[in-house]
């Protein structure tokens, strides 16, 4: 929000200069952004008066002009301008100087033959409006020679941060409250001018919504004359960076960044039966004023007649009905709308303005009445007219709130002495009312601060006032000694997940906890609901995610749309669900994509390799390990999901129900829906799942003892039938002598020639580890027979 110091004086008097007030803007918690001094900008423009204008000798649309602009000799200027006469006064662009509204810089220059030593300029060339029809003329009392912006009287413009919870502040007369209160100034009273009415409202006043809309207040004036705004209010116009457009539109700005408070007009004559504010109806359209038309449904509120709708409430009028110069009877507006409605609506539009940024967050409930009158005064003064009584439907909630409040508070809870008078006016010149007692005070809030809901809210406000600076600084409490180690065990974990995670080559992503719709819908499990948000930030992230892994993919597709190759991404985080009581689901998780190419072409290996479910199996297996899971008592069963290619997918489970991952080549479908050109590879690791270490409060691995004798290894090679799965082998095997056989696995598959139809042949190595004695034959051929035996148990031979 922009404002110029000039206009804050409009509100505020006080003799601070512009440092000092930039310092206690942020001091009360308004953030200075940035100061614009224009007399920067105007740098280099003078005042001058035009002494003789005669034709180009080589052009018909320009004159020559010779200038005094107070240096002594007269300069020769080509104007293009229709109103450049002798003995005008204007301003004059000196070389060197830059051009605000094109960034052009004046040079010396010849134009068609004819030397030109500036360029007299037009309103819309110092960005002083839109007039560019001639040159600026000047009241000839003007000092010629005068710096521009000495003689227009440019003021600083201060760019502040208003946060969300202060829409009392999102008016120049809310920010000099603030200042006031802190000590910088008087505030000047409101002056609510006492308007003439004449006869009732031409049109009817009608609620039909007041969900959307409580209170709506309207009033025509007849007889208007919309020209130009007076020059002062363009001037606060052009601070706050709003170009001025006609005497109506830009009044109703004004009362918007004067006061916070937005309101509409109408063309009356545009307008056939009374103005109701009601539900839209589902697909009806409206030409807003920016010339873009929009699609409403059922839960936008409108303000329409009998025809059609002229506004989408709270947020932009429509284009049929606004006025225009030739417009001579107003409708005035005044409403409160719901801020939830508006919100709602502007998210789903994809539409934003001024008033709906005020009425999202809550405007002065309570002030309706003087924000028609000072609307209607000032319309009134500048376009003339004849206003009509106010016709009022409907009631704003502005009944006030009434807090207990102990002063002793603001000591406990703010962390600083503030003595109890000190407090009183804080809070009274902030529009609080305090009822000092015995048992305590009692606090009025007014119905414009919608952000204080209790007592700590108060303290809130006198800390701030008071000085945020004047609170000590406190050290927390800590114990003497050794500090203790604060992680648990939970927080170790993923540490070494992301450390191992890392050292796989995978690279950490960080998305958005929120989601469309309709890509979480594509990961909903069975059985749960999303959780919807019934006001998301907009719609594009408005379901809670069910996984990780759409966050990660539509990261993948970024990273491709960029020109990445290969892509391995993985995120550590929640999910979410809508439980069958209503409450919160949360579960914790870890997620895995590859996309892309997992190496390159080249000339050994050929083409570039892609990632494949085996990758994606590798990754999980190993994080498993490191969450401490008993990786080999793992099984593998089924598909992961309608998200995962059939066939190219699995579940990693501990016991048929316990699902501890999932991983796979992701589906080609759903790859489609990201616009990700596959194929790519996932997995997903349900830590919550993960059963807890017995015996261990936290997972730590033993003391590192190397075997004092060599291991020993014998191969094995066995026939089994080809729908028996190679981890069942491997599971036999292993426990065919746990206390010998500390590894096992399989380094040949082999069918064809010499191998009967339905079956494979498998090799296993298996390494068997001599403890206090190193083995002897007998117990090595002890150990095989077993293994042969646990093989056949499956199912399978010993091949001859």
């Known amino acids: 929000m922009k404002f110029s110091l000039e206009w804050l004086k409009d509100h505020l008097?006080?003799?601070?200069?512009?440092?000092?007030?930039?310092?206690?803007l942020n001091a009360i918690g308004i953030e200075v952004e940035g100061i614009e001094d224009p007399s920067e900008r105007l740098s280099g423009f003078r005042v001058a008066e035009v002494l003789t204008a005669a034709p180009h000798p080589d052009a018909d649309k320009l004159q020559v002009l010779t200038v005094d602009a107070g240096s002594g000799d007269p300069l020769t200027v080509v104007c293009g301008a229709p109103n450049a006469r002798a003995g005008m006064k204007g301003v004059l662009g000196l070389p060197g100087a830059v051009v605000p509204a094109n960034g052009m810089e004046l040079r010396r220059s010849a134009i068609r033959g004819v030397e030109s030593n500036g360029m007299m300029c037009s309103v819309r060339e110092?960005?002083?409006?839109?007039?560019?029809?001639?040159?600026i003329e000047l009241p000839q009392d003007a000092p010629v020679g005068t710096s521009f912006a000495d003689y227009r009287g440019a003021s600083p413009v201060f760019d502040v941060a208003i946060t969300p919870n202060r829409p009392d502040c999102m008016g120049v007369y809310g920010i000099a409250r603030d200042l006031a209160a802190a000590g910088l100034g008087r505030l000047k009273p409101l002056a609510v001018p006492e308007v003439t009415a004449s006869g009732e409202c031409a049109i009817g006043i009608e609620i039909a919504d007041t969900e959307g809309c409580p209170a709506f207040y309207g009033r025509t004036i007849r007889g208007v004359s919309n020209g130009s705004s007076p020059e002062w209010m363009q001037q606060r116009l052009l601070s706050a960076g709003q170009r001025p457009i006609s005497a109506v539109v830009d009044i109703t700005n004004y009362l918007m960044l004067a006061y916070g408070r937005p309101a509409h007009a109408y063309d009356l004559a545009k307008l056939s039966g009374p103005m109701v504010a009601r539900r839209a109806d589902e697909g009806e359209t409206v030409e807003a004023l920016n010339e873009k038309?929009?699609?409403?449904?059922?839960?936008?509120?409108?303000?329409?007649?009998?025809r059609t709708v002229h506004d989408i409430a709270g947020i932009m009028g429509g284009e049929e009905s606004g006025v225009t110069a030739d417009t001579s009877d107003l409708l005035l507006?005044?409403?409160?709308?719901?801020?939830?409605?508006?919100?709602?609506?502007?998210?789903?539009l994809g539409l934003t303005s001024d008033a709906r940024t005020r009425f999202e967050r809550g405007v002065d409930p309570a002030f309706l009445d003087e924000g028609m009158a000072l609307l209607t005064g000032l319309i009134v003064d500048s376009c003339g007219g004849v206003p009509s009584q106010v016709t009022r439907a409907g009631e704003a909630p502005a009944t006030p709130m009434q807090l207990a409040f102990d002063p002793d508070l603001t000591r406990r809870l703010g962390g600083v002495t503030v003595a109890a008078d000190e407090q009183a006016r804080i809070l009274q010149s902030l529009d609080f009312g305090v009822t000092r007692g015995d048992a305590g005070w009692t606090v009025t809030v007014p119905p414009r601060r919608h952000d204080v809901e209790g007592p700590a809210d108060l303290v809130e406000e006198v800390v701030r006032i008071h000085g945020i600076d004047r609170v000590g600084s406190v050290a927390l409490p800590r114990a003497e000694g050794v500090a203790r180690p604060v992680a648990t065990p939970q927080q170790k974990m993923e540490r070494r997940l992301r450390r191992a995670a890392a050292a796989r080559g995978l690279h950490e992503a960080i998305t958005w906890s929120f989601l469309p719709e309709e890509q979480a819908a594509l990961f909903a499990e069975d059985g749960q609901a999303l959780w919807v948000l019934d006001n998301p930030i907009s719609e594009e992230l408005k379901a809670m995610r069910p996984s990780l892994l759409p966050g990660l993919i539509a990261a993948a597709k970024r990273n491709a749309d960029r020109g990445a190759a290969g892509t391995r991404l993985f995120e550590l985080g929640r999910r979410y669900f809508r439980a069958a009581d209503g409450s919160s689901d949360e579960r914790q998780a870890l997620g895995v994509v590859l996309a892309g190419e997992k190496s390159s072409r080249d000339w050994a290996a050929g083409r570039a390799q892609p990632f494949d479910a085996f990758d994606a199996k590798a990754a999980a297996m190993e994080l498993l390990a490191e969450a401490g899971a008993p990786v080999d008592k793992l099984m593998v069963m089924g598909d992961a999901g309608a998200q995962f290619h059939p066939g190219q997918s699995a579940t990693l489970r501990l016991g048929p129900r316990n699902v501890l991952a999932r991983f796979g080549a992701l589906h080609p479908a759903l790859l489609g829906q990201f616009d990700l050109n596959g194929p790519a590879a996932a997995a997903e690791i349900f830590l919550d799942a993960i059963p807890a270490r017995k015996g261990a409060a936290t997972f730590a691995r033993s003391v590192f003892e190397p075997p004092a004798l060599q291991a020993i290894s014998r191969d094995f090679a066995f026939l089994l039938p080809e729908n028996v799965a190679a981890r069942d082998l491997l599971r036999a095997v292993r426990g065919a002598d746990k206390a010998a056989i500390v590894n096992a696995r399989i380094f040949d598959q082999f069918t064809g020639q010499g191998v009967p139809e339905g079956q494979k042949s498998l090799a296993v190595e298996i390494t068997l580890q001599p403890g206090a004695k190193s083995f002897t034959d007998a117990e090595i051929k002890a150990t095989s027979d077993r293994v042969v035996k646990a093989a056949e148990k499956i199912g399978a031979r010993l091949r001859g």
């Open 126 to 135: 110092l960005e002083l409006g839109d007039e560019h029809d001639g040159i």
């Open 293 to 306: 038309t929009y699609t409403l449904d059922k839960s936008m509120t409108v303000i329409a007649d009998q």
């Open 13 to 24: 008097e006080t003799d601070a200069d512009t440092p000092t007030i930039a310092a206690k």
């Open 333 to 348: 507006e005044i409403a409160y709308f719901d801020p939830e409605t508006i919100g709602r609506t502007g998210r789903r």
